[in-house]
């Protein structure tokens, strides 16, 4: 069965810290936790497919105080990193205000990227049947190109185009929650280019987030493309369960950032997600 679910994200921003979410029943109390992709909310009333189905047929609201809200909310927040996103832009969700099901309403939200602010109105759809197809997004904003990020992508660009030491690391975040500032763009970038994966495989029943960056190595640049090879874990929080997929990542200011290659690895039975980022 296909549904619409309609949304209010608030303050979408670009990471320099420990994201938080917040979450705002109507009028009642704000909500808050943790929303660094590592964190589960403890104690939160998990629905069902079917439990949410049946709420807002009869509603026609989507609570967004329970899971499935924030669920359709992360999606459209990595669609929007698969349009906007960059070393230097990476886009969390930080608060869900209100939900819908009627198919052609509207959703809006509010974002901060930097000291910037608007408002963005999107349509989130999941398409029914069998076989896994990725969810339909559209998403209209106002504001969102006036975080100006140009310069420190520039220099950034300008900077590993011509190194000669092509860059490297692993283990983003260690294994305290440290990122060291000099890999913070890389750590973006693996985040960023883990939204077209976490895009292409949510559906209405799965949460994903990226847990780290286990490795990257930079490759030689190619039609002024920066190049790389990302190892990432995402975190498939209502099961659990962490993935890897391996990604051939190209980047530059004018083209933005591309997946081109996309490899989903064996399972490991042991792993865990890292702690929460310090900084």
């Known amino acids: 069965m296909g549904w619409t679910l309609l949304i209010l994200l608030v303050v979408l921003t670009v990471v320099h810290g420990n994201p938080t979410v917040m979450v705002r029943t109507g009028s009642g109390p704000t909500v808050g936790f943790d929303q660094h992709p590592n964190s589960v909310p403890l104690g939160e ?58 198919v052609g309403v509207e959703v809006e939200d509010q974002h901060t990227l930097g000291s910037v602010s608007g408002q963005c109105s999107a349509e989130l759809f999941f398409p029914g049947g069998e076989g896994q197809s990725a969810p339909q997004v559209q998403a209209s904003c106002e504001g969102l190109h006036q975080s100006n990020t140009t310069a420190q992508e520039e220099a950034f660009y300008q900077q590993h185009r011509t190194s000669n030491n092509l860059a490297s690391g692993n283990n983003i975040p260690d294994s305290y929650g440290h990122v060291e500032p000099s890999m913070k763009p890389f750590w973006h970038l693996g985040g960023v280019a883990s939204s077209f994966i976490m895009l292409r495989e949510s559906n209405e029943s799965t949460l994903y987030n990226m847990a780290q960056v286990a490795n990257f190595t930079q490759l030689e640049t190619e039609k002024d493309q920066l190049r790389f090879n990302y190892h990432v874990l995402l975190h498939e929080m209502i099961s659990q369960e962490i993935i890897h997929w391996k990604l051939l990542v190209t980047w530059s200011p004018e083209q933005g950032v591309q997946v081109l290659q996309t490899e989903l690895q064996p399972k490991c039975h042991h792993c865990e997600a890292p702690p929460n980022t310090t900084n």
């Not at 929007?80 to 996103?85: E, K, P, S, V």
């Open 45 to 102: 009333d998990i629905q069902t497919t079917t439990e949410v189905v049946e709420e807002v047929m009869t509603t026609g609201v989507l609570n967004p105080s329970h899971y499935p809200a924030r669920r359709a909310a992360t999606v459209v927040q990595h669609y929007l990193n698969t349009r906007y996103g960059s070393p230097y832009r990476w886009i969390f969700l930080s608060t869900v205000h209100s939900g819908s099901a009627e």
